[in-house]
């Protein structure tokens, strides 16, 4: 079974602050992903890679980077945190080629920013 | 550019019985997948179902299956014989496949599904 795991299920941080999110695969997936989840909005896709140390932006990257520089961990990135990152975070991951190219995804980052 | 759109907010169904999900969908790419994810309160997105754009027959899943019209552009999906622990968030989704590389996935705002005892 696929196995997406991040490095923390909550996490309160101060506005201002660099907040480090880890994601870890142990799939051997090459794809790799960063979506936030807010009430009514459904997922919105903030970066995604598809190799080592390649990234491409979402559909909305501001305010965030991201860091892949082993294929089995993609970790995202909050420069200086405001509060109006305060959101759930979902990692996932894929193996392009296969069948279906399913995204499956970590247990979640509940961050809030204070 | 790509769009889901799920119309249901809430839903409220007694157990046991059938439950379509209204999913439809928006896109100019001939090639794509439509994906059906279950989202329970611990927050985990599960993977429950694909139905690829030239796919000739609709998909099942077990107790979950999908009725794709390809013409009205619409990914319903149909839970049969509900069961308490169906509820949960659903998030219909979907991505391009021509492009050849990687790409995000498209969601829908979710429908919120309550099966009553």
């Known amino acids: 079974d696929v196995k997406v795991t991040q490095s923390s299920r909550y996490l309160v941080k101060r506005t201002g602050e660099k907040v480090f999110l880890e994601c870890v695969q142990d799939?051997?997936?090459?794809?790799m992903f960063w979506y936030r989840q807010d009430p009514g909005l459904g997922l919105r896709l903030i970066y995604f890679s598809y190799d080592v140390k390649m990234k491409e932006k979402g559909d909305i990257p501001e305010g965030y980077s991201v860091s892949r520089e082993k294929k089995e961990r993609f970790s995202l990135i909050l420069e200086s945190a405001s509060t109006n990152q305060t959101s759930m975070y979902l990692c996932?991951?894929?193996?392009?080629?296969?069948?279906?190219?399913?995204?499956?995804f970590g247990p979640g980052t509940r961050l809030t920013v204070l | 550019a790509q769009k889901i759109t799920q119309t249901q907010p809430g839903m409220f169904v007694q157990e046991k019985e059938a439950v379509t999900l209204d999913c439809t969908y928006d896109t100019s790419d001939p090639s794509y997948g439509l994906f059906w994810y279950k989202q329970p309160s611990s927050g985990e997105m599960i993977f429950l179902i694909y139905q690829g754009s030239y796919d000739q027959q609709n998909a099942t899943e077990g107790r979950y299956s999908l009725n794709f019209q390809k013409a009205r552009k619409s990914a319903n999906l149909v839970i049969s014989a509900s069961q308490l622990g169906d509820s949960a968030m659903y998030f219909c989704?979907?991505?391009?496949?021509?492009?050849?590389?990687?790409?995000?996935?498209?969601f829908g705002k979710g429908t919120h599904l309550i099966i009553q005892p």
């Open positions: 799939m051997d997936h090459e794809n």
């Open positions: 996932a991951s894929s193996m392009p080629g296969s069948f279906t190219d399913t995204q499956y």
């Open positions: 989704a979907m991505r391009d496949l021509s492009g050849g590389g990687a790409d995000g996935l498209t």
